[in-house]
T-cell receptor
Framework: ETGVTQSPTHLIKTRGQQVTLRCSSQSGHNTVSWYQQALGQGPQFIFQYYREEENGRGNFPPRFSGLQFPNYSSELNVNALELDDSALYLC?????????????FGPGTRLTVL | AQSVTQPDIHITVSEGASLELRCNYSYGATPYLFWYVQSPGQGLQLLLKYFSGDTLVQGIKGFEAEFKRSQSSFNLRKPSVHWSDAAEYFCAVGGAGGYQKVTFGTGTKLQVIP
């Protein structure tokens, strides 16, 4: 059984650029959630995808968007990067969208915006 | 609005000593409560969770937590800390509405000294 993987591990971008982060969910999981973890903070929920549809969104602007593919892997896209977007981006997968089901997290992508 | 407070930003304990990490929450109904651990370069790992029933919850790695409704607390405990427990610990609160409804605390960093 393969765990949740994320790529790339680290990324450096400049303000105004666009970035795409990738996540492969754990085998058998159909739900992927994305979180932003700023330095010294807990994770903040960005959005969740269930069977290729967005089915929950946190308090993030529309320039944060995502996709889920038929194999349940996922992408997080951020347009018009701002300095405050610098953070660790975590992906988590689960079977079903309920918080009753355990989420399994990937190691994250560290994004630095200069 | 729901919230989580972890009053201790940083805690240092000696190896073999007992540990208690504090978590206070605010939630309008019966909460789902979680404790996660995050080691450097690792994603979050679920230690334990409380949904209902017995208020003393056993988790992995020898951790336990007690839900005290009257005190709005869900403190994490371990009777004897190992050097490998050094990590950051996050408490989270939510409900049945999915992970978009889960709020994380800001974390407590645990240092273990020989």
């Amino acid at each position: 059984e393969t765990g949740v993987t994320q790529s790339p591990t680290h990324l450096i971008k400049t303000r105004g650029q666009q970035v795409t982060l990738r996540c492969s969910s754990q085998s058998g999981h159909n739900t992927v959630s994305w979180y932003q973890q700023a330095l010294g903070q807990g994770p903040q929920f960005i959005f969740q995808y269930y069977r290729e549809e967005e089915n929950g969104r946190g308090n993030f602007p529309p320039r944060f968007s995502g996709l889920q593919f038929p194999n349940y892997s996922s992408e997080l896209n951020v347009n018009a990067l701002e300095l405050d977007d610098s953070a660790l981006y975590l992906c988590a997968s689960t079977q079903g969208g309920s918080s009753y089901n355990e989420q399994f997290f990937g190691p994250g992508t560290r994004l630095t915006v200069l | 609005a729901q919230s989580v407070t972890q009053p201790d930003i940083h805690i240092t304990v000696s190896e073999g000593a007992s540990l208690e990490l504090r978590c206070n929450y605010s939630y309008g109904a019966t909460p789902y409560l979680f404790w996660y651990v995050q080691s450097p370069g690792q994603g979050l790992q679920l230690l334990l969770k409380y949904f209902s029933g017995d208020t003393l919850v056993q988790g992995i790695k020898g951790f336990e937590a007690e839900f005290k409704r009257s005190q709005s607390s869900f403190n994490l405990r371990k009777p004897s800390v190992h050097w490998s427990d050094a990590a950051e610990y996050f408490c989270a609160v939510g409900g049945a509405g999915g992970y978009q409804k889960v709020t994380f605390g800001t974390g407590t960093k645990l240092q273990v000294i020989p």
